[in-house]
């Protein structure tokens, strides 16, 4: 524990201020999300409104606590707090109450609800940051590499088992730290082949593409020197790509839930269920196009008041940001999430302690990862995976999770100047 007067002196108040604006104008907006003339009370408690108004006491409290406790603290039991929360993440599969056909969470009382996976995003973070920290391991062994991905690897998997693909998503994005701790960018550069070659896949047929991909590969044989390296090369690389190009179909149907298969086949235009799957993003666009440049208005939004957004308080909250503020209040917005990403960043680079910084730039990753796909599903510009809007959306779990999430890193970073001294 520390003095309160260095906990005021040392935290980054620009972080402060942009998270606590975050807060009250996520909450304004669930509110206006829940508007209608039958609900009109602010401090209704029995409203998502006023449930959130109460996480988000819970979450200022909680962030206080977290401030006062020695940064050392949160490096030495790293890993007990990641095996607790790999133990919540098994305990699911016995004890887990099924909500939106994802067993994932806990049931407490008949009101509220816990989910773990939001709490295993931090955890998973400080024990990656740990290992990684542990005798100035580099990222090049192949040793290295095993354990770090399996560090990440494990909550995903587990978090998949339980049907909640968009959460377990969540947590490639700790890769990105991983390139900053000197993990090779060719890994970076596959990895979006593949992607790329999933899609392309997916929006041709197999047969064409494959007849394309075989017909590149002769034309760079013909060119080449035809080495017998270069031969082997060659053969060996269309091959992968061709068995991958006919395996995705099967990927595709019997991997993928039917849901998250339905909402890819809307985002690629391979489907069209407007009164269906893709309901939601229809009457997403509307609502946020409706909005026009500076917006219907404070509680004026008539695709929000009627409804017509399911999940408008969570997941597609954007919507009512869109509608009601506009283009203008949406950039606003905008610029203020990534200012609060940009300072992360900065004070991330700034940590003398390998830990912190790894740290940091797993807590940017992981907000930029939410922010980016969900506005982004809302828009159409990513598929429908379920993932809140980081302290806007209506939850407590993801509220207190993402809250643990920065200010453990806020409360590192108010030790900076003692570290190694």
Same mark, same amino acid.
């Given at each position: 524990?520390?003095?309160?007067?260095?906990?005021?002196? +040392?935290?980054?108040?620009?972080?402060?201020?942009?998270?606590?604006?975050?807060?009250?104008?996520?909450?304004?907006?669930?509110?206006?999300?829940?508007?209608?003339?039958?609900?009109?009370?602010?401090?209704?408690?029995?409203?998502?409104?006023?449930?959130?108004?109460?996480?988000?006491?819970?979450?200022?409290?909680?962030?206080?606590?977290?401030?006062?406790? +020695?940064?050392?603290?949160?490096?030495?039991?790293?890993?007990?707090?990641?095996?607790?929360?790999?133990?919540?993440?098994?305990?699911?599969?016995?004890?887990?109450?099924?909500?939106?056909?994802?067993?994932?969470?806990? @049931?407490?009382?008949?009101?509220?609800?816990?989910?773990?996976?939001?709490?295993?995003?931090?955890?998973?973070?400080?024990?990656?940051?740990?290992?990684?920290?542990?005798?100035?391991?580099?990222?090049?062994?192949?040793?290295?590499?095993?354990?770090?991905?399996?560090? &990440?690897?494990?909550?995903?998997?587990?978090?998949?088992?339980?049907?909640?693909?968009?959460?377990?998503?969540?947590?490639?994005?700790?890769?990105?730290?991983?390139?900053? @701790?000197?993990?090779?960018?060719?890994?970076?550069?596959?990895?979006?082949?593949?992607?790329?070659?999933?899609?392309?896949?997916?929006?041709?047929?197999?047969?064409?593409?494959?007849?394309?991909?075989?017909?590149?590969?002769?034309?760079?044989?013909?060119?080449?020197?035809?080495?017998?390296?270069?031969?082997?090369?060659? &053969?060996?690389?269309?091959?992968?790509?061709?068995?991958?190009?006919?395996?995705?179909?099967?990927?595709?149907?019997?991997?993928?839930?039917?849901?998250?298969?339905?909402?890819?086949?809307?985002?690629?235009?391979?489907?069209? +269920?407007?009164?269906?799957?893709?309901?939601?993003?229809?009457?997403?666009?509307?609502?946020?196009?409706?909005?026009?440049?500076?917006?219907?208005?404070?509680?004026?939004?008539?695709?929000?008041?009627?409804?017509?957004?399911? @999940?408008?308080?969570?997941?597609? &909250?954007?919507?009512?940001?869109?509608? @009601?503020?506009?283009?203008?209040?949406?950039?606003?917005?905008?610029?203020?999430?990534?200012?609060?990403?940009?300072?992360?960043?900065?004070?991330?680079?700034?940590?003398?302690?390998?830990?912190?910084?790894?740290?940091?730039?797993?807590?940017?990753?992981?907000?930029?990862?939410?922010?980016?796909?969900?506005?982004?599903?809302?828009?159409?510009?990513?598929?429908?995976?379920?993932?809140?809007?980081?302290?806007?959306?209506?939850?407590?779990?993801?509220?207190?999770?993402?809250?643990?999430?920065?200010?453990?890193?806020?409360?590192?970073?108010?030790?900076?100047?003692? &570290?190694?001294?």
């Amino acid at each position: 524990m520390r003095l309160t007067k260095k906990i005021f002196r +040392d935290i980054d108040w620009i972080s402060v201020c942009l998270y606590l604006f975050l807060l009250l104008f996520g909450w304004i907006n669930i509110y206006a999300s829940q508007y209608n003339d039958d609900q009109m009370i602010l401090f209704d408690f029995t409203q998502r409104h006023g449930k959130q108004l109460i996480f988000i006491v819970v979450a200022v409290f909680l962030s206080f606590i977290i401030l006062i406790i +020695d940064w050392k603290f949160f490096e030495t039991f790293s890993y007990i707090l990641y095996g607790g929360i790999i133990l919540l993440l098994i305990s699911l599969f016995l004890w887990g109450n099924e909500t939106g056909g994802a067993t994932s969470w806990f @049931e407490l009382g008949n009101s509220y609800k816990f989910q773990p996976s939001e709490f295993a995003k931090f955890t998973t973070t400080l024990a990656l940051a740990k290992y990684l920290n542990t005798h100035n391991i580099r990222m090049q062994p192949i040793k290295t590499k095993i354990i770090t991905f399996t560090i &990440i690897l494990v909550p995903l998997i587990l978090i998949i088992l339980q049907n909640d693909l968009g959460t377990a998503l969540v947590f490639f994005s700790l890769i990105l730290v991983l390139f900053r @701790e000197g993990l090779s960018g060719n890994i970076l550069v596959f990895g979006l082949v593949i992607a790329a070659l999933f899609i392309i896949t997916l929006l041709l047929d197999k047969f064409i593409f494959s007849s394309i991909i075989i017909a590149i590969a002769l034309i760079i044989f013909l060119f080449s020197r035809r080495t017998k390296k270069e031969l082997i090369v060659i &053969i060996s690389g269309l091959t992968l790509v061709i068995s991958f190009v006919f395996s995705v179909n099967y990927i595709f149907t019997k991997v993928l839930s039917p849901h998250h298969v339905e909402r890819i086949d809307i985002l690629l235009g391979r489907e069209i +269920d407007p009164q269906g799957a893709g309901y939601n993003l229809i009457q997403s666009k509307i609502a946020i196009g409706s909005g026009g440049f500076f917006g219907k208005g404070f509680l004026q939004g008539t695709q929000t008041r009627f409804d017509f957004v399911p @999940e408008q308080s969570t997941d597609f &909250i954007f919507c009512t940001i869109g509608e @009601e503020w506009g283009f203008f209040g949406s950039l606003i917005f905008i610029s203020i999430f990534i200012a609060l990403l940009l300072r992360l960043i900065i004070l991330a680079e700034k940590q003398r302690s390998k830990f912190c910084r790894i740290y940091g730039y797993g807590v940017a990753s992981i907000l930029f990862f939410h922010f980016a796909i969900n506005i982004g599903m809302t828009i159409g510009l990513a598929p429908v995976i379920g993932i809140p809007l980081p302290f806007i959306s209506y939850g407590g779990s993801s509220l207190i999770g993402f809250t643990t999430l920065l200010f453990i890193f806020l409360n590192l970073d108010s030790y900076r100047l003692q &570290i190694l001294r």
